[in-house]
């Protein structure tokens, strides 16, 4: 439900969206992707099914240096950072708090 909502929000706000239900499927969807089409930014949550959000941002970083990519935040936000995360994003969100 959640990635439903999300998805529905970023098309309302005019962009294209690209949905994965995992981590794994967020690498194969980047890879597939490139390099004619390379995301603009890529949202992920830490917790994801099969690759978590740490590894799979590690996984994207492998395949494309300069990817853009915004984590939920938790606990383990200040070591994403480091890693180079370009921002976090606090749930829940809403449209209205971004603009």
């Known amino acids: 439900m959640i990635l439903d909502v999300g998805e529905q929000i ?9 949905m994965a239900r995992s981590g794994k499927e967020a690498i194969e969807i980047v890879s597939k992707a490139l390099p004619s089409s390379t995301p603009n930014l890529v949202i992920l949550d830490i ?6 959000g740490g590894e799979t941002y590690d996984k994207l970083k492998e395949i494309d240096p300069n990817i853009k ?19 976090f994003i ?3 969100f809403t449209i209205k708090s971004y603009y």
């Open 90 to 92: 606090q749930k829940p």
């Open 10 to 18: 970023l098309k309302t706000m005019g962009h294209k969206v690209l």
């Open 69 to 87: 990519v915004l984590h939920s935040i938790d606990g383990q936000a200040k070591e994403i950072l480091k890693r180079g995360c370009d921002g």
């Open 47 to 52: 917790i994801m099914p099969v690759i978590g």
